[in-house]
């Protein structure tokens, strides 16, 4: 696992040099940088909310504003009900580099559980949501789970990894945890974080908090327990997880996410072909033209 990690460093310091030092720049749009969000509307992203139909976007939870895509409740009637949420890109990926920015802001609404409160995340690696039951809780997938400080003095890492429906290999062997804590530092209030994701199919994860590697593990795979309500046959124990779609999450607390960008890092890697990349981490010689 050292030798992974050391290898995983090497390469995000070198993405991070080939992409001008910063990743979470909105004007940097060069060496193949995709943005997921138009900062207008939701094109291209698909609502799922426990307890509701795929593309039901109930109250409004997900809305583009101000050029971010924004997490709220204030259309909701009553308590929050485990309406758990998630918004989705359209586009499945395996080997990828994304990054984002967000910000939890507001009060967490009225009913939603304890551990919601300063709580989100991205998964990835995800079932698609049309495959997901009307009272399925969460999908299939796996979690980059975004916290902030509560109480002054006390570490809340954020950038930790959580596992609905999943398993990962953590320091060798299979995790029984939900959720591994990461080694990020603990922020407070309504700041702006800076989260990436460099995912290698069902090899190396690596997670990034604010330019510094916080998390790696490897070899995703379906299995384990929390998520409820799902189709046993899509739920297949020990199955890799090498490619999925990304979601933005809700669970209760309000938050902001801008500046979400993706790179494909799976293509031709021979440095004699015409379509080379020199980012590419994952190699496709079969994709190589001359």
């Not at 969000?37 to 795929?54: A, C, M, P, Q, R």
């Not at 909701?76 to 485990?82: L, T």
């Not at 997880?241 to 809700?250: D, F, N, T, V």
Request: charged content about 25%.
């Amino acid at each position: 696992m050292k030798a992974l990690f050391l290898r995983t460093s090497f390469f995000s310091t070198a993405l991070l040099f080939l992409m001008g030092c910063g990743v979470s720049n909105s004007q940097q749009t060069e060496d193949d940088w995709v943005a997921m969000f138009n900062g207008e509307d939701l094109s291209g992203w698909t609502t799922k909310i426990h307890h509701y139909e795929v593309g039901d976007n109930h109250g409004d939870t997900f809305r583009a504003e101000d050029e971010m895509i924004k997490v709220r409740y204030d259309q909701y009637e009553g308590q929050f009900n485990e309406r758990f949420s998630h918004l989705y890109y359209n586009q499945p990926f395996s080997d990828f580099h994304l990054t984002m920015q967000y910000r939890f802001v507001g009060e967490q609404h009225p009913g939603a559980p304890d551990y919601t409160m300063k709580n989100s995340g991205i998964m990835f690696h995800s079932q698609d949501p049309k495959t997901m039951l009307k009272e399925q809780d969460w999908p299939i997938s796996v979690e980059m789970q975004f916290l902030a400080g509560i109480e002054e003095g006390k570490e809340r890492p954020t950038g930790n990894m959580c596992s609905p429906g999943t398993d990962v290999v953590y320091e060798g062997k299979i995790d029984p945890r939900h959720c591994i804590n990461s080694s990020s530092d603990t922020y407070f209030g309504d700041q702006w974080v800076t989260a990436e994701l460099i995912v290698l199919h069902d090899s190396l994860i690596t997670h990034i908090v604010n330019g510094k590697t916080v998390l790696q593990y490897t070899k995703p795979q379906i299995g384990g327990g929390v998520v409820n309500g799902f189709d046993p046959n899509i739920k297949v124990d020990g199955k890799p997880l090498r490619e999925g779609l990304i979601a933005l999450q809700s669970e209760g607390q309000p938050i902001d996410f801008r500046n979400i960008k993706i790179r494909n890092l799976r293509g031709c890697t021979d440095p004699k072909a015409k379509n080379y990349k020199a980012h590419f981490m994952t190699s496709d010689l079969e994709s190589c033209i001359y």
